[in-house]
């Protein structure tokens, strides 16, 4: 079925080799040096949060009260909070959290939002117009709000309960830009000549039409991401979220905000933190960019 | 991945000194915890902890529930709720340990020792003792101060010991003032009547307008209802009660009424009521104050503070429902005399009249709205402010009310409470100018902010404390309560968490609570 693509005149006298587009996809990428470093990165900060809470001898609760507040030293090497507690093993605690609810909450929103705007757009006439005309329903409402009265009356205060009900509620944007794309994408030739073919819809959307609107897809949930985990930091301030002694990214950072004066400033509270959740968001951006030039189709000349 | 977990063993490992070993618990709460079936906390069911939001509550939670993992091996959750959310659930006895706080009404020990009595509303314990009920029963009746005091001593004692709640620190009164801001005083009970303070010098806002932070909403704003601090605050400036605080000393003055007498059995006051008149124009009468007390302790009303009416002749009976509101020993004997028949002497009356309970209100707004007389336009009152505008969570509009009766004396025009309840976010605002009264700054830099120039501290008749559900297992043994309790240290909360000058609490009513 899958013809060999014959190699490029300027590839001559090397072994022609078969290419993907996965493939090709994946050699773009590891090409672009800052994507790759991102990904690096990111891999390295995700497995200290796993990690580092493990291994290191001060526990996440323990409260040292003859050191509250204190700077960054030997022992506690980013400082210790208002309750004497190691800023160091809690910050890469507060990671997990951070971690598992901006990605599995994107992961809710990108499957839900894709599936929805795919077949939104592919059934077209009265069904795409109704389906869409809910998604501007529930546009208009509140986020937060449905967010808080689902989690209020759940009663859960389990964490993973956070994490899907952000993503419950973040599809929204997605299923509109899906169906933008596919709608586009919808009356292209190759389109055309899959339905010749008589491929059914659901293959369609997902072999043809999935991997040419790849693209904007991803570039939007590296964005969500983070808009994921301010989301926690929120609900945790409300009570709904993660509550004591664990600990998140937006958690720290909002004690830390409070901890900061003119009088006396207790910097490594929320420098450390913030650094951390600014190097993260620094390295998804990246490596939503790198993969949107990598596995973006049109872009058919591989440099 | 094994190479680099020892390389991240490594990385953790050096430079960091080994852990200090783990605090053993005070051997007699180990004991009672093991005598009470959980030895070593092993099988102790995992409780919640209740707070309502706010910073410092969080981390003096974290604090309780550390020391009961590392002393007790205990687990507990902590939870949090926005403050009306809060005081339903604690009404209702839904939770297990909670957060309190009690400010006492007047500068005695029984303001806070009768709110463990069986008729407290504000008890949510569960927790009663026929012991307990004896010896505050007796304190009322027992004309002599030393032997009074002693019975309420030995009160407190059987609530230590048999611990339904346990006390955490005394308050101190905090505030910062901007300079312009004139006639604040620190007083015993960090009471500060608008009416007195003025606005002069430099840097004084343009338009007139008073801006204090007042926190978080009140759980109600009805004065039979309302039984916190920051309905208080605002109720005090909407009605006038017999007596009123002074702004020096927070010592009852005559306020709507004018003088009182006392019987000399101290059974019967009679109080004569200055001529003045409601918002709307309508006389002020002594009737007023017969409805409205009679309101507060009617079952109907569904007041959880009304026991602090129960020295009254009758309240108790018409509090339990087996008497009619109007068997209360309050009755007009004119339009200007009120005689009010107590159970016992209470001398602390005149502090108990400054208090939102005992105002007067407008019968006719009352019965013509229901629960929505308190709001703006339909509130009646006869105090030195009108509450003009009133938008929930974000701000409260006062301003002079000209039928007051003594209009000429207010000071102050206009005034605004807002509802910042972050106090970081509050802080914030008073150092950019657009606040200029703060009671509450993060305490984090607490020890800092307490040595600004602005700042002006008082004794405050209060006290920070726990309670425990008594209704659920294993909180019904005094023995898991009292273990419970011990292993909390005091001292480190309000020496490393508050930095604000607060004292730790081995008991439970405040020093400023005891006689000098």
Same mark, same amino acid.
């Given at each position: 079925m899958t013809p060999a693509i014959a190699a490029p005149?300027?590839?001559? $006298?090397v072994a022609p080799v078969s290419r993907s587009p996965t493939r090709l996809a994946v050699r773009r990428f590891v090409r672009n040096r800052r994507a790759l470093a991102s990904a690096g990165l990111l891999a390295l900060i995700g497995l200290a949060t796993l990690a580092v809470p493990l291994l290191?001898?001060?526990?996440?609760? *323990?409260?040292?009260f003859d050191y509250t507040? $204190?700077?960054?030293?030997?022992?506690?090497w980013m400082g210790t909070d208002a309750l004497g507690r190691d800023l160091f093993v809690r910050l890469f605690l507060g990671g997990r959290i951070s971690f598992a609810v901006g990605l599995l909450a994107t992961t809710v929103s990108v499957a839900l939002g894709l599936a929805y705007g795919s077949v939104s757009a592919f059934a077209g006439g009265r069904t795409d117009n109704l389906m869409m005309r809910l998604v501007d329903v529930l546009y208009g409402l509140p986020t937060m709000l449905i967010i808080i009265i689902v989690m209020a009356f759940l009663r859960?205060?389990?964490?993973v309960t956070v994490f899907v009900v952000i993503g419950l509620f973040g599809w929204l944007t997605l299923a509109r830009i899906v169906r933008g794309q596919v709608l586009s994408v919808k009356e292209l030739a190759f389109v055309e000549a899959a339905r010749a073919l008589g491929v059914r819809a659901g293959p369609i959307i997902w072999r043809h039409m999935i991997p040419n609107i790849l693209g904007p897809v991803i570039i939007y949930s590296t964005l969500s991401v983070p808009a994921a985990m301010l989301s926690e930091s929120f609900l945790s301030f409300l009570g709904l979220g993660v509550s004591e002694p664990e600990t998140s990214w937006g958690v720290l950072i909002s004690e830390g905000a409070n901890a900061l004066g003119t009088e006396r400033n207790y910097w490594w509270l929320v420098a450390f933190p913030g650094a951390a959740l600014a190097l993260t968001l620094y390295c998804l951006n990246s490596i939503g960019d790198g993969l949107r030039d990598s596995f973006d189709v049109q872009q058919r000349q591989d440099r | 991945m094994r190479r680099l977990a020892f390389a991240l063993a490594l990385l953790g490992g050096c430079g960091k000194a080994e852990p200090p070993p783990p605090a053993a618990a005070p051997p007699e709460a180990a004991r009672l915890l093991a005598e009470a079936?959980?030895?070593?906390?092993?099988?102790f069911p995992r409780l919640t902890v209740l707070y309502n939001t706010s910073e410092s509550h969080r981390k003096i939670a974290a604090a309780i529930q550390e020391a009961w993992r590392k002393q007790l091996g205990i687990e507990v959750e902590l939870a949090n709720a926005e403050w009306k959310v809060f005081l339903d659930r604690v009404n209702r006895a839904d939770f297990e340990i909670a957060r309190r706080a009690w400010i006492g009404e007047?500068?005695?020990?029984h303001a806070f020792l009768?709110?463990?009595?069986? *008729?407290?509303?504000?008890?949510?314990? $569960?927790w009663s003792s026929p012991d307990y009920e004896r010896l505050i029963g007796a304190s009322d009746v027992e004309p002599d101060p030393g032997r009074r005091l002693a019975l309420l001593e030995e009160a407190e004692r059987v609530l230590l010991e048999e611990a339904p709640m346990f006390p955490i620190y005394h308050y101190v009164a905090h505030n910062w003032v901007k300079?312009?801001?004139? $006639?604040?005083h620190s007083n015993s009970r960090d009471m500060?009547?608008?009416?007195h303070v003025r606005l002069e010098g430099e840097g004084a806002p343009a338009d007139g307008v008073l801006v204090f932070n007042a926190g978080e909403e009140p759980g109600s704003l009805d004065p039979a209802l309302s039984h916190d601090i920051a309905g208080l605050k605002v109720l005090m400036h909407v009605f006038e009660g017999l007596a009123a605080y002074?702004?020096?000393?927070a010592s009852p003055v005559p306020a709507a009424a004018e003088r009182w007498e006392v019987s000399p059995d101290g059974k019967t006051w009679t109080f004569r009521l200055r001529e003045a008149r409601w918002s709307n124009g309508d006389p002020l009468t002594a009737a007023d104050f017969v409805y409205a007390w009679r309101r507060a302790v009617d079952?109907?009303?569904?007041?959880?503070?009304?026991?602090?009416?129960?020295?009254?002749?009758?309240a108790r009976a018409v509090s339990a429902g087996?008497?009619?509101?109007?068997? #209360?020993g309050a009755r007009a004997a004119d339009d200007r005399t009120l005689v009010v028949e107590l159970d016992h002497p209470a001398p602390y009356f005149p502090q108990l009249a400054c208090l939102n309970l005992f105002f007067p209100v407008h019968r006719a707004t009352v019965e013509k709205h229901g629960?929505?007389?308190?709001?703006p336009p339909h509130l009646v009152g006869n105090?030195?402010?009108?509450?003009?505008?009133w938008k929930l969570g974000d701000r409260k509009l006062f301003e002079k009310?000209?039928?007051?009766?003594?209009?000429?004396?207010?000071? #102050? *025009?206009r005034f605004t409470f807002l509802s910042i309840s972050d106090p970081g976010a509050a802080l914030r605002a008073y150092d950019a100018g657009?606040?200029?009264?703060?009671f509450q700054a993060p305490t984090d830099r607490m020890d800092a902010l307490v040595?600004?120039?602005d700042y002006l501290s008082g004794p405050a008749n209060s006290v920070y404390f726990y309670v425990f559900n008594t209704r659920k297992k294993p909180l019904d043994d005094p023995r898991v309560r009292r273990a419970l309790s011990m292993v909390v240290d005091r001292e480190k909360i309000v020496k490393y968490? #508050?930095?604000?000058?607060e004292t730790a609490a081995d008991r439970f009513v405040p020093p400023t609570a005891l006689p000098k």
């Open positions: 005149a300027a590839d001559a $006298g290191s001898p001060l526990d996440y609760r *323990e409260q040292d507040l $204190g700077r960054p030293n030997g022992r506690y859960s205060r389990s964490v | 079936g959980f030895p070593g906390g092993r099988g007047y500068l005695d020990p009768d709110l463990f009595t069986k *008729e407290s509303g504000q008890n949510p314990t $569960g300079p312009f801001v004139k $006639g604040v500060h009547p608008m009416q002074d702004p020096r000393d079952p109907r009303t569904g007041s959880t503070y009304s026991h602090r009416m129960s020295f009254i002749r009758g087996t008497a009619p509101p109007e068997t #209360l629960r929505e007389w308190m709001r105090g030195p402010y009108l509450l003009t505008s009310n000209p039928l007051y009766r003594a209009a000429a004396e207010v000071k #102050l *025009e657009q606040v200029h009264w703060l040595r600004r120039p968490i #508050l930095r604000g000058g």
